[in-house]
């Protein structure tokens, strides 16, 4: 496994642990489709939550957050309506998350969950 991808996956275990804690339930990873691949879909409560996981080894280019700007969000929306019609369910509330990770050369990763994005 590349260095990269090696980072990206514990970047996305830390988002899902970190999900859980705060009382959601993780119910996909790694959804993909021909059009893209959604992180993490999460229920928070009757809100059905797609999150997106940046992890990066420093701020040397901005926080991982800043890298999900409209486009982006764009892209995910257009992502969660295809995974609503794949799994044929409707829920009252869609919410776009990002969980930001920075992970140093030396002490612990440093995670933010930003609720709401788009």
Not at 19 to 44: F, H, K, S
Not at 60 to 80: H, S
Not at 86 to 98: G, S
Request: aromatic share 6%; proline share 6%.
């Amino acid at each position: 496994m590349r260095s990269k991808d090696a980072l990206g996956r514990f970047g996305e275990d830390l988002a899902a642990a970190r999900l859980t804690a705060a009382g959601m339930r993780v119910v996909a990873r790694n959804w993909r489709c021909p059009t893209g691949e959604i992180d993490i879909v999460a229920r928070d409560g009757d809100c059905l939550v797609i999150c997106e996981v940046k992890t990066r080894r420093s701020k040397r280019y901005g926080t991982p957050a800043e890298a999900v700007g409209p486009r982006k969000v764009r892209r995910l929306r257009e992502l969660a309506l295809h995974w609503l019609d794949e799994q044929e369910i409707y829920v009252p509330e869609i919410r776009f998350d990002v969980v930001s990770i920075i992970v140093p050369p030396q002490g612990r990763p440093v995670v933010e969950h930003v609720i709401g994005v788009g």
